[in-house]
């Protein structure tokens, strides 16, 4: 029904830059918050940041500053573009598109994207 696809991660030095995209298709609601989570090994999946279909955005406490989090409605594509990069951010970064449908959401992802920063 709904196919993510990521690219763009990468290895990166610390205080490095790289911009991840997440282009959506399928069927897609009006109403829907796309957005990018990480997993790091032992750790929780956790949201990094997110962006409504009205522009809201959300922002895990450790990345404001660093990342920014957009989308091009029409090409149904979120980007996150990673500032100043710490080792700490290293993970999976998966792409999530959250639809809602008449108050009920559902989620999907796309396939995962590994980024590492290390020197």
């Known amino acids: 029904q709904v196919r993510l696809v990521a690219s763009g991660g990468g290895l990166v030095q610390p205080g490095g830059s790289l911009r991840l995209s997440c282009a959506a298709s399928g069927i897609i609601s009006s109403i829907n918050t796309m957005g990018w989570y990480r997993q790091a090994p032992g750790k929780q999946r956790e949201l990094v940041a997110a962006i409504t279909n009205a522009g809201l955005t959300n922002y895990e406490d450790s990345v404001k500053g660093r990342f920014t989090i957009s989308r091009d409605n029409a090409k149904n594509t979120v980007y996150l573009q990673m500032n100043s990069l710490k080792p700490e951010d290293t993970a999976v970064y998966y792409c999530?598109?959250?639809?809602?449908?008449?108050?009920?959401?559902?989620?999907?992802w796309g396939q995962g994207t590994q980024v590492t920063v290390s020197s």
């Open positions: 999530n598109l959250r639809n809602n449908w008449y108050g009920n959401n559902r989620d999907y």
